[in-house]
């Protein structure tokens, strides 16, 4: 039974990355790719501060990730991805244009 499992799987796996690669998939996981890699510039900036801090870069990964998986759900017409990235979108460059206007004072996040 375990075996079928592992076999069912295998199968899935090799059928959703193998045979139905294309363009868009490839897409999707750069896009994926690019808004996780927030997370290691948000660890990366609070190691090298010694507490944590939330650098703008992280919101430029964002805005940059959630833009590209918001496309990829448009073309792939998942509700549930545009749904996400659409709202999440405007939070991100809502951040980005609050921090572009206070640009001579830091975050909040980063004073405390």
Not at 3 to 15: C, E, K, M, T, V
Not at 39 to 61: D, K, T
């Amino acid at each position: 039974m375990i075996i079928q499992y592992g076999q069912a799987l295998s199968n899935y796996f090799y059928d959703v990355f193998v045979a139905k690669f294309d363009f868009w998939l490839a897409f999707g996981l750069i896009a994926q790719l690019f808004f996780t890699a927030r997370f290691l510039v948000q660890w990366i900036a609070s190691e090298r501060a010694g507490n944590s801090v939330v650098p703008i870069a992280f919101w430029f990964c964002s805005m940059g990730g959630g833009l590209m998986t918001l496309v990829y759900g448009v073309v792939k017409r998942e509700p549930v991805i545009i749904m996400g990235q659409l709202f999440a979108t405007i939070i991100y460059l809502r951040n980005i244009m609050l921090i572009v206007k206070n640009r001579g004072s830091a975050s909040k996040t980063l004073d405390r």
